[in-house]
């Protein structure tokens, strides 16, 4: 459904076939695991049994001399690097930091952390030589959620680290908060002491995973010449070269990552782990190294998502939202750089709210590192914020949709950064849930029950780089370097073809490595249809005006009196002379040679997005099993490119949604180790939990962009936790704080059994 018109495209909004389909369905295509080298040896990595624990000492003689080991490696092997800011696109690290992560130093900081990687010429071999790996630890207490890390007397990760003031200064205590920041604008005290209203609550999220179904994998080849080859899936090709530049001191010019296809990412295939050790392995053995995790490694070793302990309050006056005020303390991993941030920076952005304070604080903690995942902070900090706003709405008695409508953000409303919101679409996806069939319908039975929540992410922009050459026959090949997670190759190829007013199947586009193409940030933050989309434009346009002065050139002419229009070129005085593109596309040679159109940006103005969701659950009050009844999600995608895919996106982040609200955690006990470490134990969505999920696409032009777009793929993740929370309130009658609402869990909180 759309809700607003839009100018008369010939390519974008339709729904053609995806390019990488074929080699997909047909088991085709390469994935990470997939590379086969000439003299290819297989790697194993050695991860610590404790969460928290120094390492006295490393004996890695006995595995060096087994049969078949090639190479052994430990964080010795890595160069000393500073702790200079390495922006991976979501989320920045220290080179430091990371190089700790890939291979721990003195000290375990997670059950997973790696500890020794092994080359041997088979992975049997390999996996043997690490169990000969001997390892004397010093085993410390772990401390496994933010609220004791935060504790005076907690167990320290890092004994050097101090945290930092709400000013920005650093204190003098040592302390797992890495960093505190705050936000703070108007009156507070005053607003609150003015209240009709005031909700005060505290909630509890838990660390979850992407769900991808590939596992992190690196081959790397270091070749004598001293120059190193990556073959690996992630999300950000260059993000991966930088990254390797910095961890193995070598210049980008000598690091070439190729991207291979990804079996999924989600923010989660953004940092490095095997990569660098792969290289390491790589250089001492002078092989080429394949790494390949298992899913219990992906599990305990990778970034999940954080989890946190919010407290939050909220006022309303005259049934406008006064005041806000919201702690949000996020679990950063073994080391800094959780998303409580970006949590802090979205949660109040759907949202009109001029008298606020926002503590944000980043804690350490023995788990894995966090990495991205879908809008990351913003569904935790939404969790808190959203169900406040729904027991504020029941409170003065006003419809839940009504109320945020009635206090939404619009142009030129100030997020609590301080920056003004530019042309949005807040109020009209409010709009669009209330008129759905879905909230007009009632919701009748025992145990039922309606919730909603609203939801904002800011979209990235970033820098991208695109090259399109023009072929004889009037194709176009697009060079990219952004990798394809969920049809982009198709959303660019589209926006090439409508630029130049030709078919879509006259685009072959193609991802390609870092030595191929300029610059593009990560695929990740719903920046890469908009900014690689913009990117591509200026490439379309590039062609444009070569072919201009190729016409004039064949028409002798002057380029002012040539027009390019509807896919071809016309003299603008002359009706007898016109070309179509095909045509001038065969005159390359005789026209000036190769044609080539390119488009570098740094794209400033993605546009931010808002999203809806309207959600019927009924309860068994007996197993504690919620079921879904009904979904809906209304969101301002800007322009729908391919219509398809903006769906798919929309209902995938649903999903993943309902899975963190109902189902999934990571489950550690009291010595640090995670309970459930594999796919059979941590339980996610099939669709045999699920309805259908149905799609109101709002289209509010991105003025941004030449066609409008907005991001799409962040969005959806953001309302689900707290829209079901307050459908199961509105079926219970009790307020659920604690992810994920369990069966185990309803059942304890209704029958009072904690």
């Given at each position: 459904m759309t809700t607003t018109e839009k100018p008369d495209y010939k390519v974008i909004g339709t729904r053609p076939i995806r390019p990488d389909g074929v080699e997909k369905v047909t088991g085709k295509a390469l994935y990470g695991a997939d590379i086969h080298l000439p003299d290819l040896v297989q790697g194993a990595v050695l991860r610590s049994p404790h969460a928290h624990a120094r390492i006295l000492s490393i004996d890695t003689s006995a595995a060096e001399a087994m049969p078949g080991v090639l190479a052994v490696v430990t964080h010795s092997d890595l160069p000393v690097v500073a702790d200079k800011v390495l922006d991976m696109g979501e989320g920045a690290s220290t080179a430091s930091d990371m190089s700790k992560n890939v291979l721990a130093a003195d000290k375990a900081l997670y059950r997973g952390h790696a500890v020794a990687g092994v080359a041997a010429t088979n992975v049997h071999d390999?996996?043997?030589?690490?169990?000969?790996?001997?390892?004397?630890?010093?085993?410390?207490?772990?401390?496994?959620?933010?609220?004791?890390?935060?504790?005076?007397?907690?167990?320290?990760?890092?004994?050097?680290?101090?945290?930092?003031?709400?000013?920005?200064?650093?204190?003098?205590?040592?302390?797992?908060?890495?960093?505190?920041?705050?936000?703070?604008?108007?009156d507070v005290e005053a607003a609150f002491a003015d209240a009709d209203i005031v909700v005060e609550r505290e909630f509890d999220t838990k660390m979850v995973h992407q769900g991808y179904i590939e596992p992190h994998n690196g081959t790397a080849n270091w070749n004598s010449d001293g120059t190193l080859t990556v073959w690996t899936s992630t999300q950000g090709a260059f993000a991966v070269r930088g990254a390797l530049a910095e961890l193995l001191q070598l210049p980008v010019s000598r690091i070439r990552v190729i991207p291979m296809e990804i079996g999924g990412g989600f923010g989660g295939k953004i940092g490095v782990y095997l990569e660098p050790v792969a290289a390491l392995l790589s250089r001492k053995c002078g092989r080429p190294v394949q790494l390949t995790m298992d899913r219990t490694d992906v599990f305990q070793a990778t970034g999940p998502t954080s989890g946190g302990h919010m407290r939050g309050k909220i006022a309303v006056k005259d049934g406008k939202i006064t005041a806000a005020e919201v702690s949000l303390a996020f679990e950063a991993g073994a080391f800094p750089g959780s998303p409580v941030m970006a949590g802090a920076m979205c949660m109040l952005s759907p949202y009109e709210v001029e008298n606020f304070k926002v503590d944000a604080y980043d804690v350490?903690?023995?788990?894995?590192?966090?990495?991205?995942?879908?809008?990351?902070?913003?569904?935790?900090?939404?969790?808190?914020?959203?169900?406040?706003?729904?027991?504020?709405?029941?409170e003065t008695g006003a419809d839940p949709l009504q109320f945020r409508l009635s206090n939404s953000a619009r142009e030129g409303t100030r997020m609590i950064t301080g920056v003004a919101h530019p042309r949005i679409g807040q109020e009209e996806t409010v709009q669009a849930a209330q008129a759905s069939d879905h909230y007009q319908s009632p919701i009748e039975g025992p145990n039922r029950g309606r919730g909603v929540a609203g939801g904002f992410w800011f979209n990235a922009g970033m820098q991208s780089s695109v090259v399109a050459s023009v072929n004889p026959d009037g194709t176009v090949n697009l060079i990219e370097g952004s990798t394809d997670i969920g049809g982009t190759r198709a959303a660019l190829a589209m926006q090439l073809a409508e630029t130049l007013g030709i078919e879509y199947d006259s685009v072959r586009p193609t991802v390609v490595d870092t030595d191929s193409v300029g610059h593009n940030d990560v695929t990740g933050g719903s920046r890469t249809a908009y900014a690689s989309g913009q990117a591509v434009y200026e490439a379309g346009l590039d062609i444009q005006q070569q072919m201009v002065a190729r016409a004039a050139q064949?028409?002798?002419?002057?380029?002012?009196?040539?027009?390019?229009?509807?896919?071809?070129?016309?003299?603008?005085?002359?009706?007898?002379?016109?070309?179509?593109?095909?045509?001038?596309?065969?005159?390359?040679?005789?026209?000036?040679?190769?044609?080539?159109?390119?488009?570098?940006?740094?794209?400033?103005?993605?546009?931010?997005?808002f999203g809806v969701h309207v959600v019927d659950v009924e309860v068994d009050p007996d197993t504690g099993k919620v079921d879904i009844l009904r979904y809906t999600i209304a969101q301002d995608v800007g322009t729908a490119v391919h219509p398809a895919y903006v769906e798919g996106q929309m209902q995938g982040g649903v999903v993943q949604g309902i899975g963190w609200a109902l189902n999934e955690e990571y489950y550690y006990g009291e010595d640090g180790r995670m309970e459930n470490a594999s796919f059979l134990d941590y339980r996610m969505p099939t669709s045999l939990d699920l309805p259908m999920i149905d799609t109101i696409i709002v289209e509010v032009p991105n003025p941004g962009h030449p066609f409008g777009v907005r991001g799409v793929g962040e969005v959806p993740i953001v309302p689900p936790l707290a829209a079901i929370a307050n459908a199961v309130h509105d079926a219970t009658g009790h307020r659920f704080t604690e992810l994920p609402i369990s069966p185990r869990r309803v059942v304890e909180e209704l029958h009072n059994l904690q």
């Open positions: 390999a996996l043997t030589a690490i169990e000969a790996i001997k390892v004397e630890y010093e085993v410390l207490p772990p401390v496994l959620n933010v609220q004791d890390a935060m504790r005076d007397d907690a167990p320290l990760l890092d004994a050097s680290r101090h945290t930092r003031t709400p000013t920005g200064e650093e204190s003098e205590n040592a302390s797992n908060v890495a960093a505190h920041n705050r936000f703070e604008g108007g350490v903690v023995n788990k894995p590192k966090v990495a991205a995942y879908r809008a990351p902070g913003a569904p935790n900090a939404s969790f808190c914020v959203e169900q406040l706003i729904d027991e504020l709405a029941r064949l028409w002798e002419c002057e380029a002012e009196d040539v027009e390019y229009a509807d896919g071809g070129l016309r003299h603008t005085s002359d009706s007898e002379k016109t070309m179509t593109f095909a045509e001038l596309a065969g005159k390359q040679m005789e026209t000036g040679g190769p044609l080539q159109g390119r488009g570098s940006v740094v794209a400033r103005s993605p546009g931010a997005a």
